[in-house]
């Protein structure tokens, strides 16, 4: 049961990070174009 607790937190935080990213990407677009 905790292993599952964890892969989801893990799951959790890496799509926190990948949408972060793409926000950020997507932001730097926006002020070169």
């Known amino acids: ?3 599952l ?3 989801f937190i ?3 935080v890496m799509a926190a990070l ?3 990213s793409l926000s ?5 677009e926006n002020e070169i174009g």
Not at 24 to 28: E, F, I, S, W, Y
């Open 1 to 3: 049961m905790k292993k």
């Open 5 to 7: 607790l964890l892969s």
């Open 10 to 12: 893990f799951m959790a």
């Open 18 to 20: 990948a949408a972060s």
């Open 24 to 28: 950020a990407a997507a932001a730097a």
